[in-house]
């Protein structure tokens, strides 16, 4: 029995691997889910479904393999945005869970639905039901995620990260699946942006403190810089020094384990000192034998393979 808690692209491509060994249910952040043209879309549910459905555009690591943009086009000449590069097929992904969530069904319920349509066999659990989004206060006002990511660039400098998660209750199934576990592994995945607003919801980290579970994280950074995406800026703006000793610091309390990079193995004393176990490995996810080999290194780690 484990878990894996994740985000979006950089998870998946340790999924890429993990999925070959093990069958986690997968608990899922939901603070970058975003409201665009009228329609739920849910980038780190949707990159995790269809990184199990072996449909994800592996090249960018979002939206579905060989999609077409016609939807997008056309929108763009009714004069309306289009920096939401939502593809078409992707658009119909969003559209059913709209239309789902408007005959009351629970966002839960609803991604066990559409995956299961994809083939997908493996429990996918949105973190929480609620709309419960990250928001960032920046130098050029307060932004939603994708806002900042995608629309910004990722540019704006952050002076604050806001967790609309915070406070709010994890679904049950969530609860449930991270308490049964015998081993919960944290995916390389941005701290702050992924991670973070799961730990934020009500009753995750003491379900992850539940019984005698090992809980190992994979780091996203070596040598202070993240693999992808904006985790080193955003926590260097945060004050945080972008490091695997960072990592730790942030999951304190939770984390029995910690899988970093060969060039951080000088961390390691420091880590094992702090009472955890430090295992290492080339973290390089780049190909599927890559994901396939930082995957199994995680699972010796905690003693699941
Ligand atoms: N990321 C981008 O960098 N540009 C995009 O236009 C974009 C569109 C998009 C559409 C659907 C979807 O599910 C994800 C999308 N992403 C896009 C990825 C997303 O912004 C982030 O990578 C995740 O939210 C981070 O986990």
Same mark, same amino acid.
């Given at each position: 029995?484990?878990?894996?808690?994740?985000?979006?692209?950089?998870?998946?491509?340790?999924?890429?691997?993990?999925?070959?060994?093990?069958?986690?249910?997968?608990?899922?952040?939901?603070?970058?889910?975003?409201?665009?043209?009228?329609?739920?879309?849910?980038?780190?549910?949707?990159?995790?479904?269809?990184?199990?459905?072996?449909?994800?555009?592996?090249?960018?690591?979002?939206?579905?393999?060989?999609?077409?943009?016609?939807?997008?086009?056309?929108?763009?000449?009714?004069?309306?945005?289009?920096?939401?590069?939502?593809?078409?097929?992707?658009?119909?992904?969003?559209?059913?869970?709209?239309?789902? *969530?408007?005959?009351? %069904?629970? &966002?839960?319920?609803? /991604?066990?639905? !559409? =995956? +299961?349509?994809?083939?997908?066999?493996?429990?996918?659990?949105?973190?929480?039901?609620?709309?419960?989004?990250?928001?960032?206060?920046?130098?050029?006002?307060?932004?939603?995620?994708?806002?900042?990511?995608?629309?910004?660039?990722?540019?704006?400098?952050?002076?604050?990260?806001?967790?609309?998660?915070?406070?709010?209750?994890?679904?049950?199934?969530?609860?449930?699946?991270?308490?049964?576990?015998?081993?919960?592994?944290?995916?390389?995945?941005?701290?702050?942006?992924?991670?973070?607003?799961?730990?934020?919801?009500?009753?995750?980290?003491?379900?992850?403190?539940?019984?005698?579970?090992?809980?190992?994280?994979?780091?996203?950074?070596?040598?202070?810089?993240?693999?992808?995406?904006?985790?080193?800026? *955003?926590?260097?703006? %945060?004050? &945080?020094?972008?490091? /695997?000793?960072? !990592? =730790? +610091?942030?999951?304190?309390?939770?984390?029995?384990?910690?899988?970093?990079?060969?060039?951080?193995?000088?961390?390691?004393?420091?880590?094992?000192?702090?009472?955890?176990?430090?295992?290492?490995?080339?973290?390089?996810?780049?190909?599927?034998?890559?994901?396939?080999?930082?995957?199994?290194?995680?699972?010796?780690?905690?003693?699941?393979?």
């Amino acid at each position: 029995l484990l878990a894996l808690l994740c985000g979006g692209s950089g998870s998946a491509k340790f999924l890429r691997g993990l999925k070959q060994l093990a069958n986690p249910a997968l608990i899922v952040n939901v603070g970058d889910n975003y409201w665009f043209y009228g329609l739920y879309v849910c980038p780190d549910v949707d990159i995790i479904t269809y990184e199990m459905a072996d449909l994800l555009d592996e090249s960018k690591g979002w939206g579905i393999r060989d999609d077409s943009f016609n939807a997008l086009a056309q929108l763009g000449r009714y004069g309306l945005d289009t920096w939401f590069q939502l593809g078409d097929r992707d658009l119909a992904t969003c559209l059913a869970r709209t239309f789902l *969530l408007g005959q009351g %069904l629970r &966002l839960t319920e609803i /991604s066990g639905r !559409l =995956a +299961r349509a994809l083939g997908v066999r493996a429990a996918i659990l949105p973190a929480s039901d609620d709309y419960a989004p990250t928001l960032l206060e920046t130098d050029v006002g307060l932004l939603h995620l994708q806002e900042f990511w995608v629309r910004e660039g990722g540019r704006p400098r952050v002076r604050k990260v806001l967790y609309r998660t915070e406070g709010r209750p994890a679904t049950e199934e969530a609860l449930a699946a991270l308490r049964e576990a015998r081993a919960v592994i944290i995916a390389p995945a941005n701290p702050i942006t992924s991670i973070g607003p799961i730990l934020a919801l009500e009753g995750i980290r003491e379900a992850l403190a539940h019984g005698q579970k090992k809980v190992i994280a994979v780091s996203p950074l070596r040598r202070g810089e993240a693999y992808s995406g904006p985790a080193a800026k *955003l926590m260097r703006e %945060l004050g &945080l020094e972008p490091s /695997s000793a960072t !990592l =730790a +610091r942030l999951y304190k309390g939770m984390l029995t384990h910690l899988l970093v990079d060969v060039e951080d193995e000088g961390l390691a004393v420091e880590l094992r000192r702090a009472g955890i176990e430090v295992a290492v490995e080339d973290l390089t996810l780049d190909t599927a034998n890559d994901s396939l080999r930082v995957a199994r290194k995680c699972l010796e780690a905690i003693g699941e393979l």
